[in-house]
């Protein structure tokens, strides 16, 4: 028996051993016990990580697949969760124990599973996994860049992003029709930002919905003053930010609003 893969949930089975090794490979297996892969379809990825000294977990929302790794990876047991990640209570799930995620990404919720791991952050040390290669390239770039952007900024704020390697389309079924990119994200250590982080969220996402404006133009809604404001760091444009800058940013308006 084998799963045939389903349109509406984004599935593209990797079907190459080698990069799926090569992706379990990829964590460090320091400072948890304990790692979640998402989407494991028929476990060509997770058959390297039960290889590891660490209790593998997965997370799969399709009934088929769920019913192949019942009954092709035993040793998984109780811990196969029929379940939507970006709807699962996943600290309850590991009692507030930290955890690693990994996976084979489905395209069309990539990002969501960026920002839901972000909402997570303190549980979740360590991160990799294959994306649209736009998208991982996205969660890498650096200020300066065309691709630059919320994404960008906020995983960067918390985690070291690492673009690792390219993968063509030829290694699933079925093939999609761009290149994917794998990546990994590794927790910083001082990761609370010395700043308000939900202001720090909202200044970010603000900012780059209109990021051919300057900040001066895109943080209207913010009701500034106008000594903030002649700032020059207002008469710039978010991609030209560091994360460290819109960290500063961010304490700037927090003092300002509080005035």
């Known amino acids: ?3 045939k893969p389903k349109k509406h949930l984004g599935q593209h089975f990797l079907k190459d051993e080698n990069i799926a090794k090569k992706i379990a490979d990829t964590l460090s297996l320091q400072d ?8 494991p379809g028929m476990g060509v990825l997770t058959k390297y990580l039960l290889e590891k000294h660490i209790n593998v977990h997965v997370i799969e929302l399709d009934s088929e697949s769920v019913e192949y790794l019942k009954g092709h ?3 998984l047991a109780n811990r196969i969760y029929e379940a939507d990640f970006l709807k699962c209570d996943l600290k309850s799930l590991f009692n507030d124990l930290p955890f690693a995620i990994i996976g084979n990404f489905p395209y069309n919720i990539s990002s969501q599973i960026v920002f839901k791991t972000l909402e997570i952050r303190e549980s979740v040390p360590e991160f990799s996994g294959m994306f649209q290669k736009e998208v991982a390239q996205r ?4 200020e300066g860049s065309k691709t630059y952007g919320i994404l960008s900024v906020l995983t960067q704020a918390y985690y070291r992003a690492e673009y690792l390697f390219t993968v063509p389309p030829s290694v699933f079924n079925p093939p999609p029709k761009v290149d994917s990119g794998v990546l990994k994200l590794t927790r910083k250590d001082n ?5 308000d982080e939900k202001l720090f969220f909202k200044v970010v996402k603000t900012g780059f919905q209109q990021r051919r404006k300057t900040l001066r ?6 009701n500034l003053s106008d000594n903030l404001k002649a700032n020059t760091i207002f008469g710039q444009r978010p991609e030209q930010l560091s994360v460290t800058q819109f960290i500063e940013l961010t304490s700037l308006i ?3 609003t509080n005035q």
């Open 1 to 3: 028996m084998s799963v």
């Open 32 to 39: 948890y016990q304990d790692v979640l892969e998402i989407g």
């Open 73 to 75: 990876f035993l040793n």
């Open 139 to 142: 969660i890498c770039a650096k």
């Open 191 to 195: 990761y609370k930002l010395p700043c």
């Open 217 to 222: 133009n895109s943080l209207k809604t913010f």
């Open 254 to 256: 927090e003092k300002d």
